[in-house]
Nanobody, 125 residues
């Protein structure tokens, strides 16, 4: 199993970035996925998750602090997870990682079995 994030960088407040997570080594379409971030000196913080639905899309969930600004999506044909981040704020600065969900405990609470290395997002003027 391999998860490789890309798309991070430095952006001014109010700007946008689109993160990608390329998955390999497993049947991507069969797993719920999540984005998690970690700011310097802080613990991991759940950002968003996408749950498989029978129609082939996904049911999406967001932490309150990104709701309305971030959009999670997936392309099962490309085995890729995305996070569109708009209206970025300095407090969004963090290392963003994608993770495969092993156990769905409840809203915002998951057990993960695989993580990517992350991509750095820095929001600064």
């Amino acid at each position: 199993v391999q998860l490789v994030e890309s798309g991070g960088g430095m952006v001014q407040p109010g700007g946008s970035l689109r993160l990608s997570c390329a998955a390999s080594g497993f049947t991507f379409s069969s797993y719920d996925m999540s984005w998690v971030r970690q700011a310097p000196g802080k613990g991991p913080e759940w950002v968003s998750a996408i749950k498989i639905v029978s129609t082939g899309g996904g049911r999406t969930y967001y932490a309150d602090f990104v709701k309305g600004r971030f959009t999670i999506s997936r392309d099962n044909a490309k085995s890729t997870l995305y996070l569109q981040m708009d209206s970025l704020k300095p407090e969004d600065t963090a290392l963003y990682s994608c993770a495969r969900i092993k156990v769905w405990k409840g809203w915002g609470e998951y057990e993960y079995d695989y993580w990517g290395q992350g991509t750095q997002v820095t929001v600064s003027s």
